[in-house]
T-cell receptor, first 112, second 112 residues
Framework: SQTIHQWPATLVQPVGSPLSLECTVE??????LYWYRQAAGRGLQLLFY??????ISSEVPQNLSASRPQDRQFILSSKKLLLSDSGFYLC???????????FGNGTRLTVT | GNSVTQMEGPVTLSEEAFLTINCTYT??????LFWYVQYPGEGLQLLLK?????DKGSNKGFEATYRKETTSFHLEKGSVQVSDSAVYFC???????????FGSGTRLSIRP
């Protein structure tokens, strides 16, 4: 069966520090991968998605970036965090456009 | 473009009450429709889905019917429990679209 791993679960970082969040999927190949952010009490904001290795689509211009160095690995990064980057970050995957998304457990990021 | 509109929350009910959370959509063609549930501090979990008109998705006592004539996918449960307290998201995907469209979420609180 397929599983998705996302880490770390929680992170507290100072303003201006770098960020790296990792997500891996097991038990499938060539998944579509997604990064979402959820501000407190708010809905989901799509940040990036990828339909293949090295293919990244950005939804919102900001100081975050994403990379897909391997088929089942998706990384969210920042060179310098802002206070406004605080939130709950969710990685998700699906097999194709008709499939539902499957989410990781999320990373709670607090920028201080 | 494609969009999802769901009722604003929060919704507060007493245990064993009947639940309806409204969801309507705008899409060309025949999208697939989903309900997701998010418990506090966790990622989203797929609750149920329907892939064509008149399909009924069901899980854990929840049901939703894909109504193409009214472009709706309302979530219902006959008797809610305290453990159903969570945020519920309606979503759609299309075979030609790389992204899933989510509603803004409805927070449900059940009183004992």
């Amino acid at each position: 069966s397929q599983t998705i791993h996302q880490w770390p679960a929680t992170l507290v970082q100072p303003v201006g520090s770098p960020l790296s969040l990792e997500c891996t999927v097991e038990g499938t190949s060539n998944p579509n991968l997604y990064w979402y952010r959820q501000a407190a009490g708010r809905g989901l904001q799509l940040l990036f998605y990828s339909v293949g290795i090295g293919q990244i689509s950005s939804e919102v211009p900001q100081n975050l970036s994403a990379s897909r160095p391997q088929d089942r690995q998706f990384i969210l990064s920042s060179k310098k965090l802002l206070l406004s980057d605080s939130g709950f970050y969710l990685c998700a995957w699906r097999q194709n456009y008709n499939s539902p998304l499957h989410f990781g457990n999320g990373t709670r990021l607090t920028v201080t | 473009g494609n969009s999802v509109t769901q009722m604003e929350g929060p919704v507060t009910l007493s245990e064993e009450a009947f639940l309806t959370i409204n969801c309507t959509y705008t899409a060309t063609g025949y999208p697939s429709l989903f309900w997701y549930v998010q418990y506090p501090g966790e990622g989203l979990q797929l609750l149920l889905k329907a892939t064509k008109a008149d399909d009924k998705g069901s899980n854990k006592g929840f049901e939703a019917t894909y109504r193409k004539e009214t472009t709706s996918f309302h979530l219902e449960k006959g008797s809610v429990q305290v453990s159903d307290s969570a945020v519920y998201f309606c979503a759609l995907t299309h075979s030609s679209a790389s992204k899933i469209i989510f509603g803004s979420g409805t927070r449900l609180s059940i009183r004992p």
